[in-house]
């Protein structure tokens, strides 16, 4: 179809979970619940960097800026499905579209890099541990985030131009509860996207899948090294399982919801892939990174014990 006969949106329409009231209201005290919990858990790991001289390391410099990140990342949709929740009519202005369409990969790539990041500290930590210092430090580990934010700025502006320069037409209708590259491609009343695809391939195939092959390498050889130091084997192993698990919560559902197979509109399997890695994920990982390190658990109660005997004075 040509872009004459496509129309200009002031705003899109979100289908959001449920038309469901009595569902409705049981979402937003879930989500708001969630978001509560997921930024003041990240804050606190923050604070506990920031606060607390033992940890300022390579690794829990990597932390709290990943801990930042997953506060963007959350914040970028769940505010505006609660309001939608509010409301009977659910939906974001083409300018509030754009912003959500540039910052959710922008966030989602920077983690990726940063788990990669993580990754390749705990494998020179645990492999080499003699030139550990050398080869990590704050301005090695300053250097890898800025890069990360700057691979995943660019990416991320191309798929938001690309993607907003469509013609749209027919009905403003996005299937889920924010602005994401698939349900906007859906909208597109022309058949030339191949672009748009071809990019969200090469994307995954280097911007995704490169820092996942590195992390995947990197624990191949901690584990490799851990076997072989019995002696260090409980406590090297357990710097590294919170660093897994959040792994594999962040890419299983990524790959899933954006390589899968898909069909015209969003089945219930994949608007709950997307709101566990929009949503669970930000929320899981202040307590995976929190439950089996001891420095962030005293860190953290040192702080929590500041801001009692604050409020009581």
Same mark, same amino acid.
């Given at each position: ?29 879930? $989500?708001? $619940? ?10 606190? @790991? ?9 940890? +300022? &390391? ?18 970028? &949709? ?6 939608? /929740?509010l409301? &009977? ?20 790539v920077t ?16 492999? +080499?541990p ?12 300053? !250097? ?13 502006? !191309? ?33 030339? @996207? ?19 092959? /590195? ?5 191949m050889?901690?584990i490799?090294?851990? *076997? ?10 357990? &710097?590294?399982?919170? +660093? ?7 890419? *299983? ?13 969003m089945? @219930? ?21 929190? !439950? ?16 009692? *005997?604050?409020?009581?004075?």
């Amino acid at each position: 179809m040509n872009r004459e006969n496509s129309t200009t949106f002031n705003f899109f329409t979100l289908s959001g979970l449920s038309d469901v009231l009595e569902i409705q209201i049981l979402l937003f005290i879930t $989500f708001v $619940f969630i978001y509560i919990i997921s930024v003041s858990g990240n804050v606190l @790991i923050i604070f506990a960097y920031t606060f607390s001289p033992s940890m +300022h &390391t390579p690794m829990y410099f990597c932390l709290a800026n990943f801990s930042f990140l997953e506060i963007c990342y959350i914040s970028t &949709t769940v505010p505006n499905f609660l309001s939608n /929740l509010l409301t &009977t009519q659910k939906t974001i202005s083409f300018f509030g579209c754009a912003i959500q369409l540039f910052c959710f990969p922008l966030f989602g790539v920077t983690e990726c890099f940063i788990l990669a990041t993580m990754a390749y500290d705990r494998y020179n930590a645990i492999c +080499h541990p003699l030139l550990y210092n050398a080869l990590m430090n704050k301005r090695t580990c300053s !250097i890898l985030i800025a890069v990360s934010w700057l691979i995943a700025a660019i990416n991320s502006l !191309i798929h938001t131009v690309l993607t907003l320069n469509l013609p749209f037409c027919g009905h403003n209708v996005l299937d889920g509860f924010f602005c994401d590259i698939p349900p906007l491609l859906k909208l597109a009343c022309t058949n030339n @996207i191949l672009i748009n695809h071809v990019l969200i391939f090469v994307s995954g195939s280097f911007i995704l899948a490169g820092p996942f092959i /590195l992390t995947v390498i990197s624990y191949m050889r901690i584990i490799a090294t851990i *076997v072989r130091l019995s002696s260090r084997k409980r406590k090297a192993f357990s &710097t590294c399982t919170s +660093h897994i698990t959040a792994v594999a919560l962040f890419y *299983v559902p990524s790959v899933s919801m954006y390589f899968g197979h898909k069909s015209s509109q969003m089945t @219930i399997q994949d608007k709950t892939t997307t709101v566990i890695y929009a949503v669970i994920v930000p929320l899981l990982n202040p307590f995976i990174y929190s !439950i089996r390190n001891n420095d962030v658990k005293v860190a953290v109660k040192k702080i929590l014990n500041k801001i009692i *005997v604050y409020r009581r004075c």
